[in-house]
């Protein structure tokens, strides 16, 4: 990580804020490429769960120094000092969320298969480096002003093993995107997890709206067994094995 950073980046307005970190849309002063400035702040005191970096921040920069990959955002500098770390990467104009709920833009067909495209080839690479999303959303698939999509936040991935036999946490992926083995409490998955997620934002990119927005983890399984019908062991095998197994009521009404 570099020192103290210089002062190269002229602000030019705030794109958002979360609990650790302000996002910025700023401009190189040398070569007036417009970039995003993610500044994350340094966690120092007693009564907080950790103090320091905060670990996604870590593992979000460790992930995009390893990974290059035209659809994946491109991280360009990591600068700071005790109090804050600053994230220099692409500026994007907006995501994907915002044109699947916009009233004005009308998504079409090409569209559709141009966008998924683009998200299989950047998340096929990723498991070819044996790497984990874990937080494929709408929101997290980033638009270029060219139309090209970027990959972000990569707070959640994981390194997984050759032969799925590394547990993991369960609790990842948003609920809306998040698959039956994860809502069922599994802690041994690949990248069965990151699929799934992207089926969801296919169907969510023809809906324009999500195909399963369960408001907790039990309605979340109902949403999906409505649609798609409820696993047994003839159609599952091991699923009443899993940790958080609850057996449902047999769904008929199948969507096609």
Known sequence: MEEKPVKIYEKLECLGEGSYAKVFKARD???????????????????????????????????????????????????????KISLIIDYMEGDLRNIIHSRTIAISQSHIKSYMKMMVDAISFMHSKWILHRDLKPENILIAPDGTIRITDFGLARIYGHFHDIEMTANVVTRWYRSPELLYGSTLYGEGVDVWALGCIFAELFLKAPLFPGDSDLSQLNEIFEKLGTPDESTWPGVSTLPDYIPYKKKTNIVP
Request: charged share 25%.
């Open 29 to 83: 002063k040398k070569t007036n490429v417009i970039v995003a400035i993610k500044k994350i702040k340094v966690i120092i005191g007693h009564g907080v769960d950790f103090c320091g970096i905060n670990p996604t921040t870590i593992r979000e920069i460790r992930f995009l120094k390893s990974i290059e990959h035209p659809y994946i955002i491109k991280l360009h500098h990591v600068m700071g000092d005790s109090l």
